[in-house]
């Protein structure tokens, strides 16, 4: 049975409040795990089944029917979770590159919500008794089935050792929240954003994005990703007055243009090929 997930809102800022719960945020792919009848199965937020994809959480000793919401992540060797790792476990279709991949990148099943054990829904109770079931059920913790750390009332202080740390953020919850299957404001998200000053060197014909540059080592412009979000129509407005006279050339995708134009964005945080993780606009800069 597939339960669509509680969904989070975004808080620009940390804060501290003793009526919540604050977590890490774990940096992989949301999940919703069923067993039940002794069969487990894995569903992305958006009821796409991924079990195959994670051979290693199917032979985890489940000894009652329970659904759990959580996170799957991969853990490099230094400790850090690493997305580019298990998205590429997501991807992974053909047996013999998922029981590769299994050996390689290592998945792992943070769990932070149970919704129901043994047959009762259980998304009606408030989140903390939610928390004392979890703790207390069957669950078979071992390297790659743990659950969530979690401290009450100091968020501002986890999200600073967050940010030492470089890691994705924090979530924010209220002990009295029900579990909804929607968005709410009773969960919350505070990202660890990266900053960063880029070129926009292009602008995509069909869809809304600009395309964007980074320096490298030699004082070169190379591509580093796509806009798609923050600006609002009176940016757009601007920059498509700015861009008239800067370009170069086009394609049927594309239109390309001179650097003249600098911005500053927000990014999760650099992919290893060097290019923004869903960069959003900020704010032009004037040289």
């Not at 996170?71 to 013999?96: H, K, L, N, S, W």
């Not at 924090?170 to 709410?184: A, E, G, W």
């Not at 954003?193 to 070129?199: L, S």
Request: proline letters at 6%; charged letters at 25%; hydrophobic letters at 40%.
């Amino acid at each position: 049975m597939f339960i669509p997930p509680m969904l989070l809102e975004t808080s620009q800022t940390p804060f501290t409040d003793d009526r919540y719960i604050f977590e890490p945020k774990f940096d992989g792919h949301r999940a919703i795990l069923t067993h039940s009848g002794g069969r487990t199965h894995i569903y992305t937020r958006h009821n796409n089944e991924c079990t195959r994809q994670y051979p290693e959480l199917l032979s985890v000793p489940f000894q009652e029917d329970m659904i759990l919401d959580g996170e799957i992540v991969c853990i490099d060797p230094t400790g850090a979770v690493d997305f580019e790792a298990v998205m590429t476990r997501f991807q992974a279709r053909r047996a013999d590159s998922i029981s590769r991949l299994m050996e390689q990148l290592p998945a792992a099943f943070v769990v932070f919500d149970i919704l129901s054990y043994r047959g009762e829904d259980l998304r009606g109770l408030p989140l903390m008794r939610r928390k004392e079931i979890l703790a207390t059920a069957s669950l078979p913790v071992n390297r790659h089935i743990t659950i969530c750390p979690y401290i009450e009332a100091a968020g501002e202080a986890l999200y600073a050792d967050i940010c030492s740390r470089s890691m994705e953020g924090i979530v924010c919850k209220r002990k009295d929240s029900r579990y909804v299957s929607r968005r709410s404001p009773a969960w919350q998200k505070v990202i660890n954003w990266t900053f960063a000053e880029v070129w926009i060197t292009g602008f995509r014909k069909d869809e809304f994005g600009w395309l964007v540059s980074v320096e490298d080592g030699a004082g070169r412009l190379r591509p580093a990703g796509v806009i798609e979000f923050g600006p609002n129509r009176d940016h757009k407005r601007a920059f498509y007055g700015l861009a008239k006279p800067l370009v170069i050339s086009e394609d049927k995708k594309n239109v390309y243009l001179q650097p003249g134009i600098r911005v500053r964005v927000k990014t999760r945080n650099w992919t290893k090929a060097g290019m923004l993780r869903d960069p959003v606009f900020v704010e032009f800069l004037i040289s």
